[in-house]
């Protein structure tokens, strides 16, 4: 592990989940792990199972009112939320859910200057709606579907928000340059051979102009915003 600036506050994510398989993997691959291997972020999977009184390890029940599917009972949630929250202070406890507000690129930055937050995983038909009106502070959709679980949900978050902290990809303005930021699509980019196939990489970028380049990079991220995107122009 690198040293890092006194001043420096490492992240920490909590992520709440039934099926931790899906997670550790993730985690501990390529950006996530290193980010961890530089000591910019920790991330903790936690099975929501081993929070559980149910001898059988049970964390769900049958809704009242007779409807459908199965739903994640408070008493082992509120427990997990409960030890972590004894142990510090987050400035988010987020619960992933189709219904809640739409993850995006200025959330995501917003997210990346927390110090430390949660991430329950719904499972099966949601969790007791108590959990989410006295423990949740923010409900995160990654878009209009439904999805089995929230892991993946997690897993696609926590990627956007990592990416963003100072020290995390090799090139520090990388992220700053990246689609949606400024309500924009990146503009084309290209690479050695400056020809293939008869392909060429556009003279501009072969000039070595930077300032007219930059123009060609703004015109292009406009024009494919445009073209693909025209509703972000509307931000």
């Known amino acids: 592990m690198l040293p890092l600036p006194y001043f420096y506050i490492v992240m920490r994510i909590d992520i709440i989940t039934v099926l931790p398989e899906m997670l550790e993997g993730f985690v501990n691959t390529s950006i996530l792990a290193r980010a961890q291997k530089k000591g910019l972020v920790e991330i903790y999977v936690h099975n929501l199972r081993d929070?559980?009184?149910?001898?059988?390890?049970?964390?769900?029940?049958?809704?009242?009112?007779?409807?459908?599917?199965?739903?994640?009972?408070?008493?082992?949630?509120?427990?997990?939320?409960?030890?972590?929250?004894?142990?510090?202070h987050y400035d988010e406890i987020i619960f992933t859910s189709p219904d809640g507000e739409q993850f995006d690129q200025p959330m995501a930055n917003s997210l990346s200057l927390h110090k430390n937050i949660i991430i329950l995983c719904g499972h099966y038909k949601g969790i007791d709606y108590r959990i989410r009106e006295h423990l949740i502070t923010k409900e995160v959709s990654i878009g209009d579907y439904v999805l089995t679980g929230g892991e993946l949900a997690a897993a696609v978050m926590s990627d956007a928000i990592v990416r963003l902290i100072p020290g995390v990809l090799g090139d520090e303005q990388s992220a700053f340059?990246?689609?949606?930021?400024?309500?924009?699509?990146?503009?084309?980019?290209?690479?050695?051979?400056?020809?293939?196939?008869?392909?060429?990489?556009?003279?501009?970028?072969?000039?070595?102009?930077?300032?007219?380049?930059?123009?060609?990079?703004?015109?292009?991220?406009?024009?494919?915003?445009?073209?693909?995107r025209p509703d972000l122009l509307d931000k």
């Open 51 to 88: 929070y559980t009184t149910d001898k059988h390890r049970r964390v769900d029940d049958y809704p009242f009112g007779g409807f459908a599917g199965m739903v994640m009972q408070c008493q082992p949630i509120d427990a997990c939320i409960s030890a972590l929250t004894a142990e510090r």
């Open 177 to 228: 340059n990246d689609s949606f930021q400024d309500n924009l699509l990146a503009a084309p980019v290209y690479t050695r051979p400056a020809e293939y196939k008869g392909w060429r990489v556009p003279d501009i970028l072969l000039s070595g102009h930077d300032a007219k380049i930059k123009e060609w990079e703004i015109q292009q991220s406009l024009e494919r915003t445009k073209r693909l």
